[in-house]
């Protein structure tokens, strides 16, 4: 096969964050480094992840394999949403099996008050560096990524993982003034660490809002879509990606916040999502994770239903609707990859010389 030097295959994933045609439909997995990965489990062996995320050359290493194991088009900085809250003044604890535990929840003025400015270069320059290793030693983009002020909320007002986000809630309702003075300094100061990842070198930047579809639209619209827009506004010069579960009712306001791609989980139908958000809006799904479970035979069906829904359209990034679950085989990771890369390189030539 030749190679086009300008549509190289390197660039799929920026040309469909583009929502132009390319060589292929682009395929990258949020998780995609973590425990399913024996080398993953072997380097967790001796090192805790906090001391992964702050060595830079462990963390590009991380960043880098799946891109050389299963042969992805994008790779993403190895972190974790929760990185960037300790030189805030948040000390926290990532617990295995369970996740972050805050050690002093957030429910006053006077602790909103206290959160500290976040300077990236000085505060967490292992992360910049991270990226400017992984970035040198790839063809392919790595993506960078911060929590988004929601889901960054949720931990530091919950104090660890929830199920029903009550007290967020409460703390959003009751204390409507202090909770926008949390998000706007949480606004801020990830607009300010996601502009310092892309100027080491993240050529994309995902913003990982995980538990904002636990909000009806209402509350969406009044306590979070503003400083969504913010952050999106600050980030025009780099191709953004939101991210969220559970967020079926929320996609067109997600969509109107700026990003330039919207994220997809499972459980709304791809082909629908892209009529409601307009063809030229790019998106990034829908696989449901645990399908990666299942006997192969499922996992093609399943990848070829997605890859059906979306039909010709450029502008679609492959991807599961949530991360990577550890029980996952990489053997099953690695056929997925190649099955969405083989399936769409013909569609996508012919809609090229149509066009
Ligand atoms: O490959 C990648 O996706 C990049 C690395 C990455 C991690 N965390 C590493 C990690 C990314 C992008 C994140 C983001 C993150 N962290 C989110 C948003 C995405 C999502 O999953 O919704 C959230 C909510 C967190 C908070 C967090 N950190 C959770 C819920 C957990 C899991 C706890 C567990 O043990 O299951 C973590 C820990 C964590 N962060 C792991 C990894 C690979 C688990 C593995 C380990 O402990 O070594």
Known sequence: MVKNPVRSEGDAFLRACRGEPAAHTPVW????????????????????????????????????????????DAAILFSDIMVP?????????????????????????????RLVELDPARDVPYVLEAVERA?????????????????????????????GYIEVKRFMWSQPDVFRALMEHLTRNMQAYLAAQAAAGARALQVFDSWVGALAPDDYEAHVAPHMARLFAGLRHVPTLAFGVGTSGLIEAIARTGPAVVGL????????????????????????????????????????????????????????????LPETDPAQLQRLVALVHEETRAATHEGEQTS
Do not use: K
């Not at 993953?40 to 394999?65: K, N, Q």
């Open 29 to 72: 997995f949020m998780r995609q480094a973590g425990r399913s990965q024996p080398s993953y489990r072997r380097l967790r062996e001796t090192h805790t992840l906090m001391e992964i995320v702050r060595d830079p050359r462990l963390a590009a290493g991380v960043t880098v394999s799946p891109v050389e194991d299963l042969g992805v």
């Open 135 to 163: 970035a040198a030693s790839l063809a392919v983009p790595v993506i960078g990524f911060a929590g988004a002020p929601f889901t960054l909320a949720c931990y530091l007002v919950e104090g660890g993982p929830s199920r």
């Open 265 to 324: 989980d499972w459980r709304v139908d791809l082909a629908v999502a892209r009529d409601r958000l307009g063809a030229d809006r790019p998106v990034q799904g829908n696989l449901d994770p645990a399908v990666l479970l299942a006997p192969w035979a499922r996992v093609a069906e399943a990848a070829r239903g997605v890859l059906a829904r979306n039909g010709a359209r450029p502008g679609h990034i492959f991807n599961l609707g949530h991360g990577v």
């Open 85 to 113: 809250l300790e030189p805030m003044g948040v000390a926290f604890e990532i617990r295995e099996g369970v996740g972050p535990i805050v050690a002093d929840p957030i429910r006053t003025a006077a602790q909103v008050a």
